[in-house]
């Protein structure tokens, strides 16, 4: 496994797409005007430190800000799929997040990306959101497979399925 250093702007954005990278990051204080915002060292698990843009007035994070580092986390481990011949595009239909414990800034986060649920035509996955010992968040996440211009839905393809079900809980 190769690691990979960020930048003094904490981007590697060519290198995050390769499978089997480790993503390490230095630890640069907001002070210093950076912002560190996430390591990855799993393909269903990244870690993520609550940025100032992300908290309300109050210092809590938005529930938006769930949902988007959810698909931040869940883009990351859809990268390592198996590549099939004829892929359909998989569009977003429900996306939801059950707030357990607010998270706030600075706060290091672990989301972690599972499936739940594996259709003809559908993909469920479920992201949990954890902070030291404590559940944060569950956010549960449902694409649709589809073609065309329509957006036809469409069956999951068996190379696609198989590798689902090793994430299946």
Request: glycine share 6%; hydrophobic share 40%.
């Amino acid at each position: 496994m190769s690691t990979i250093h960020l930048n003094h702007f904490g981007i590697a954005p060519v290198y995050l797409s390769r499978p089997g990278v480790k993503l390490s990051l230095s630890q640069y204080g907001v002070g210093q005007g950076y912002c560190v915002m996430a390591r990855v060292e799993r393909s269903d698990v990244i870690e993520v430190r609550v940025p100032p843009r992300d908290v309300d007035r109050h210092g809590q994070m938005f529930i938006a800000s769930y949902i988007s580092q959810a698909e931040t986390a869940l883009s990351n481990f859809w990268r390592t799929r198996p590549l099939v011949d004829d892929e359909p595009i998989y569009i977003a239909r429900k996306a939801s997040c059950s707030l357990h414990r607010a998270l706030h800034y600075d706060d290091l986060a672990r989301f972690s990306v599972s499936v739940n649920k594996i259709g003809g035509k559908s993909i469920g996955f479920m992201v949990m959101v954890e902070t030291g010992n404590e559940l944060a968040a569950e956010i549960e996440i449902l694409w649709m497979a589809v073609r065309g211009e329509e957006h036809d839905p469409t069956s999951l393809p068996e190379d696609t399925r198989d590798w689902l079900y090793k994430y299946l809980t």
